[in-house]
């Protein structure tokens, strides 16, 4: 069964979304885990059912339990946070699928690289008030300008996972 979403004005709630990352590292031995603790964004549902809106993460936010590799990802070698304090999600359309899959499509903007983005997103838990996407994907860090890889130990995509609780803004 197929669950309409209401159109209209839709806030991201920070405090029941998750975006985290994970990438192989140390030649493919160590996975590290990180998650951003600054989410933010908004969308719009229109009438014909598509959708468009913003996430935006902070950047210096992502936190992989470890201060001292923290450090080294805000740093100019990967995030450049100085420069580049925010990574974003503009969202051109969102269509829905077969069931509760929606196919989204956009630009990832990373230390000020933009690159058109589509992927793939499940509808969980809709009501009247309230919606989840959730999704996973893999990113090529190369393209945004983050090629450092000391001898060899980083490689691959990183997997990007989120859950992205939005509530039915006030009219």
Do not use: C, Y
């Not at 990832?108 to 994907?137: I, K, N, Q």
């Amino acid at each position: 069964m197929t669950v309409a979403v209401e159109t209209g004005l839709w806030q991201l709630d920070p405090t029941a979304s998750t975006v985290g990352l994970r990438h192989k590292t140390l030649w493919g031995l160590v996975t590290v885990k990180g998650t951003f603790t600054g989410v933010g964004g908004t969308g719009e549902v229109r009438p014909d059912g598509s959708a468009t809106g913003t996430v935006t993460l902070d950047a210096a936010s992502l936190d992989t339990k470890s201060t001292k590799r923290d450090v080294h990802l805000r740093s100019a070698d990967f995030f450049d946070t100085d420069r580049h304090p925010e990574i974003t999600f503009a969202v051109r359309g969102a269509d829905r699928l077969e069931g509760d899959t929606v196919r989204v499509t956009g630009q990832l903007t990373v230390r000020g690289v933009s690159r058109p983005l589509s992927l793939t997103a499940r509808l969980t838990g809709v009501s009247a008030g309230a919606l989840t996407l959730e999704t996973e994907f893999g990113v090529d860090r190369g393209q945004f300008g983050m090629g450092w890889n000391q001898l060899g130990m980083i490689r691959g995509l990183t997997t990007i996972t989120a859950a992205l609780r939005f509530a039915r803004a006030a009219d």
